[in-house]
């Protein structure tokens, strides 16, 4: 059994039926059970407005309990949602109305272009086609000379007038000429074989007398060899560190020249000076290098460095010499000479340090002539420089030790 209330909006009477089984039943002065009041008479009390609720309250005074307690759960949600709509409809209205941004017509307009695409690339179109309007392609090519009197001693204060330079026999212009003593990088080759062990502490004198000749822009690197080359010592400006390293080096082993001046012809590309030269102090020939002579002398050429050795040789009539070491003087020479350096053989050991401090000097004494090839072909082909000195009054006759060739670019 449930009941049923309604309302009067007039006059706030109110009709209890019971339903019992389908049966409907009039109480007080309710219409007939069954039916229906239309709107005009009785509505829902969410619609009415706030002054009726005093009406409601006394109502529900004189309800039965059960219609109060149904009664008052209807009235408070239909309370809270009098107070939700009107908010959520304000709410949206004021969204609804709220300003939207203008746009200033007094600030800067931004308009982005995009960047045009280029054109496709003729497929019929040479690369010597697409190259830039302007194009500087020119070589310039730096020989150190070395010029010494009929008594070995260095000469200086020469000038450019001084020099012919050809190339391929074909006379050539010196744009370039200096005598400055330029910052250099120098690479060691120390041989530490077995026949070196009572000539390490000689050599190793002869390598500080070289470094006493060093600019603070110099940087050296050491590489020493017996059965293989190693590199102790990449490139550096602090000479006490290439000496300390030679400080721990011990004698053994079979005798890997060759392996060692490619190995340091290798670590020269990562010079930062643009004068390069490599001083070798060897007591012998190979006997235990995988790379073959003419590998060696053809990295030679083609490098842009000088070469300077000091070969350690026993007397030809020594009895202790091999084939390896008779061989020596003629390798060691032969690689100095093609790049403008120096072989200095040596039979008295007190001479290594002296020796050593020469070449020092030579490299500071040095012209540089520079020049850009008449022949502009880039075939990577050998080219033969030669150097001479024009004949001056007053000086003996002199000599010039140069770099005797180099190969031209291929690109």
Not at 158 to 170: C, G
Not at 198 to 205: D, E, G, T, V, Y
Request: proline share 7%; charged share 25%.
């Amino acid at each position: 059994m449930f009941h049923r209330v309604s309302f009067s909006r007039m006059d706030c009477r109110s009709s209890v039926t019971t339903q019992k089984f389908g049966e409907l039943q009039p109480s007080g002065n309710s219409k007939p059970a069954g039916e229906y009041l239309p709107p005009s008479t009785h509505r829902h009390f969410l619609f009415w407005p706030i002054n009726f609720i005093p009406k409601i309250e006394r109502c529900f005074t004189s309800c039965p309990d059960i219609l109060r307690a149904g009664c008052t759960m209807r009235l408070l949600i239909g309370l809270a949602l009098a107070v939700t709509i009107p908010l959520v409809v304000t709410l949206g209205y004021q969204q609804d109305s709220a300003p939207r941004a203008t746009v200033n017509p007094t600030q800067p307009t931004v308009s982005i272009t995009p960047r045009a695409k280029p054109p496709a690339a003729d497929p019929n179109e040479s690369i010597t086609d697409r190259r830039s309007d302007i194009r500087v392609d020119t070589t310039l090519v730096l020989i150190p000379v070395s010029v010494t009197d009929p008594m070995s001693r260095f000469v200086t204060g020469l000038d450019k007038e001084n020099f012919k330079l050809s190339e391929d026999k074909v006379e050539q212009e010196i744009t370039q000429f200096s005598s400055e003593d330029a910052p250099l990088s120098v690479g060691i080759v120390f041989d530490t074989s077995g026949s070196m062990g009572a000539k390490l502490q000689r050599s190793r004198q002869a390598v500080a007398q070289f470094m006493k000749t060093a600019n603070p822009q110099d940087e050296f690197f050491l590489i020493v060899f017996n059965d293989r080359p190693e590199m102790v010592q990449s490139f550096t400006t602090e000479t006490e560190e290439v000496q300390n390293r030679l400080t721990f080096t011990q004698a053994k082993g079979r005798t890997a020249l060759l392996d060692g001046v490619y190995l340091a012809m290798n670590q020269m590309k990562k010079a930062h000076n643009p004068r390069k030269a490599i001083l070798i102090i060897s007591d012998g020939g190979d006997n235990s290098s995988r790379y073959t002579e003419t590998e060696v002398k053809n990295a030679v050429r083609e490098a842009d460095v000088q070469i300077y050795a000091i070969g350690i040789f026993e007397p030809v009539a020594s009895r202790g010499r091999t084939m390896e070491e008779l061989s020596g003087p003629s390798l060691l020479a032969e690689m100095a000479e093609q790049t403008g350096g120096r072989h200095f053989a040596v039979d008295n050991l007190a001479e290594l340090p002296d020796v050593a401090a020469k070449i020092g000097i030579e490299l500071r004494n040095q012209y540089v002539l520079g020049y850009s090839p008449k022949n502009t072909a880039r075939d990577g082909k050998y080219r033969r420089v030669q150097v001479k000195l024009v004949k001056t009054t007053g000086l003996p006759q002199l000599r010039a030790m140069f770099r005797t060739g180099y190969y031209a670019p291929t690109q």
